[in-house]
Every structure is written in structure tokens, then in C-alpha cells.
DNA sequence: CTACGATAGATAGCAGAGCTATCCATGACA
DNA sequence: TGTCATGGATAGCTCTGCTATCTATCGTAG
């Protein structure tokens, strides 16, 4: 399809899509002489991933770019492919940083024993427990011990169902089923709060918190 | 303390307090004459909030205005300044969005039946499911099901332990665990993915879905 | 009492992200 | 043969979140 399609399609405008082009989120499409290229469904498919991983899981073009770097090259270490990917994914952390991460240790060894102590998450846990810890919203051993033994559970089923086949798929699934299904798993959160503080009974403080 | 000890504190920059002054995210101190103004400790805790909903939680200055309204204000309807609150919490949403919310509307279900179908989290929860289908990561019914199992878990126990007293209190501690908690329970899902990953055997798929 | 350094308040500038708009030359197609 | 979409290049624009500078004032040490 040409470009003027492409753009019908997604909803993308023009001077994006270009830039995209430009910018190299976005591969070329097939030159047909010198002013006219074809696009495919694979242009539909890219275009949709950027805008998903920029609206909603919040990734800066930067971001997008590694990840699909990632999806793009037939990867020759998968694990470290991965690792990197994963590591594009908000929230940005500098890359010098290394631990010890203390809060991070002390809920992780909650999740399990075969958790590399120097991997990007424990870098993000310790952030966003120390961030919370400092408003007053400390986590007790007891809210780690519960948060943990629903997300093991939740990464199980996760695990299960990674299609298995292709390499280079097996990766896509994983880097886009963190990215775009975090913030599913917090939005059913918020609608968990509403529906269990209104069952709990009308009044009172479990009344207000409803989202 | 005067200014300069508030900036050694916290090790916010100057310019950047007088910036939140300015803008209003920060209170103004205690005036002493004319040139002179002292402030405390809940300015040195309003400013690890305002770095925490901003590094950790992602929220733009406008969003941190919002929430830092609703705890400072003795709301009148607690309820609808909660909302307002939670509302500003990423991913954003357009204020004149309504429903009805479809895939969103299958997935609560499994969560509960006292779920407002106009919430917020509604809208959110159908662009993230949206976005995902779009890259052909659609949720399938079985997956809604254990997501919503243990998102409903944790939202009890979160509930059950919203310490009962003061309402300002209570919404505080509501809006912040909203904001704060994700984050944390997004890293260690990440762990838990790793740690899944690695437990289930060293080789083939599952050893690549390591984080 | 005076000089110095911190302060409040105002204003301007700056950097990065993410587009958006314009221009031009070319070539497809009617 | 004329018109219009296209590719390619470049410039500019908006928003966010600071950062830097200037000035007048004031508390306080000497």
C-alpha cells in the first residue's frame, strides 16, 4: 500500500509516520523507483506496537527504539536480548547502577531463590520501595509475603504460556507481555479496590475507598 | 530551618524548590519579615512526596498538583476527591471519555459485580487491554480469570489494612498505595518472572524468559 | 554600624522529547 | 501535459521541567 493508505489505516499522521521513518522506529518501505515506496501489513503492525508502547505502557521513543531493536534482529543471545529489552521498560535506570539493593533482597527472597541480585528489577524494586518508605508507606514483611505469593502465581501462569516454537517469538511475547500487561494487571488492581471496598459494606473508611 | 537547610535535606536543588514553591506544589514557609521564611518537616516530607509521585509513579507536575490538593484539602466528599485523585494517576485519560468499555466490561467481570462501569480504571483498563490486542497479545478469558483472582487478593488485603481513623488519613494512605504500590508490584512480577523462569529448567524457552 | 552573605521574588533562558509544517524536486498516473 | 502524491530535507513549534541571573532586602557577625 502506499503511504497515504498506511496513515488511513492507523490513524497516524503523515508528518509522524515520516518521522518515525526518520527517526528509524519505523523500517523503509519497498522503493518502487525513486519516489514511491510500498508499505505492508507489517508497517500496520510496527506503527500499532509504537503507539502502544508509547500510550500505554509509557515508554519514551528511546525506549521503543531498543525494544524493537530487540524484536527486530534474530537475536544470537537471546538471554541478553531479553535483558536489555526488559531493561528499556520504565521505570529508567541508570545503567552504572549496581547494588547492594537491601529493601529489594528482603522482598525478593519472598518471590523465590533463583533471582540475580544485580538484574534491572531489584534495581526498580529497591526504587519504589525506598520512594514508598519515605512517604510513610513502608511495606511490611506481611504485605511483602502477600504481594509475592499472587505475582509468583501470576508469573507461573505467565510462564506456562509463553508459546513455545520460535526463539524470536518466544522473546516478542515476553518483552510486550511485560510491557503492555502491566498496566492491565494495575487497572484490574484499581477495579479490585472499588469492588472489594464495596462489598466490605457501605460506610465508613472501606466506603471511600472507592476509586 | 531555613531554605538552605530544607535544600541540604532533601538534596533538591534550590532553583527546583523555589520552582515548586512557585508553582504551588509546595507550600510557602513560615514568614519571618520580609525577607526570611522557615519551614519544617512536613516540607521536607511534602517534597519526598512530590519525588516520589514524580520518579516512581511517573506522574507529570499537573498530576502531583491534583493528588497533593486532594491530601491537603479536608475534602468535603471524600469520595469524589478519591476519584478525582486516582483519575490523575497515569495512563492519563481524556475527561469527557465515557463508555461503554467492552473488552473492559469482560475482564471486571471476573473481578466483581460492584465495579462502577464510568470509573476511571474502566477506561484505563480498555486502552491497556486495546493496546495489547493490537499487537496481537490479546487476553485470553482464562488469563483474565487468574489475573483477577489474585489482583483481587491483594486488593483485599490492601483494603483490610487502610488504617481506620482519620478520613484524610485514610485517603492519603489510599491514594499514595494506589500510586506507589504499583510500581512495586510490577518489579516483582518482573522478579517473579525470572525466578519462574529459572526454576522451571535451564534450557529452551523458559530459560530465555529471564528478566 | 557596617559589611557580608543568605534570602525572596521576579524574569528569562534552556534542554529534551515529540512532533508538525513547509519546501522542493520528481515521477506516477489521468 | 498537467496535476497531485510522494520522498527527502530542514526548520520550527509546544510542552514540561527545570536552571540561571538579577535585584532589593534583611539578619547577623564582627
Not at 529497591?126 to 499472587?150: F, N
Not at 506456562?160 to 522473546?171: Q, Y
Request: proline share 7%; charged share 25%; glycine share 8%.
Amino acid at each position: 500500500m502506499r503511504i497515504s493508505e498506511l496513515v488511513e489505516r492507523t490513524g497516524v499522521p503523515l508528518a509522524t509516520v515520516k518521522y518515525y521513518l526518520r527517526e528509524g522506529l519505523l523500517p523503509p518501505g519497498r522503493a518502487v523507483g525513486a519516489k514511491l515506496s510500498l508499505y505492508g501489513e507489517e508497517h500496520v503492525r510496527r506503527l500499532a506496537l509504537i503507539r502502544a508502547l508509547r500510550d500505554t505502557a509509557g515508554l519514551p521513543l528511546a525506549g521503543v527504539r531498543t525494544v524493537v531493536a530487540v524484536i527486530d534482529e534474530p537475536s544470537p543471545d537471546p538471554v541478553a536480548s531479553l535483558g536489555r529489552a526488559v531493561a528499556a521498560l520504565p521505570p529508567a535506570i541508570a545503567e552504572d547502577r549496581h547494588g547492594p539493593y537491601p529493601r529489594a533482597a528482603a522482598v525478593a527472597r519472598e518471590i523465590g531463590e533463583h533471582i540475580d541480585p544485580e538484574s534491572t528489577a531489584m534495581a526498580q524494586l529497591e526504587d519504589a520501595l525506598a520512594a514508598a518508605e519515605s512517604v510513610g508507606l513502608g511495606i511490611s514483611p506481611e504485605r511483602a509475603r502477600c504481594y509475592a505469593e499472587h505475582v509468583r502465581a501470576m508469573a507461573e501462569y505467565d510462564v506456562a504460556h509463553v508459546p513455545s516454537g520460535e526463539a524470536a517469538r518466544s522473546i516478542e511475547h515476553v518483552v510486550l507481555g511485560t510491557a503492555l500487561y502491566e498496566p492491565v494487571i494495575a487497572a484490574m488492581r484499581r477495579l479490585a479496590h472499588q469492588d472489594v471496598a464495596r462489598s466490605a459494606g457501605a460506610g465508613g473508611v472501606r466506603a471511600e475507598a472507592e476509586d
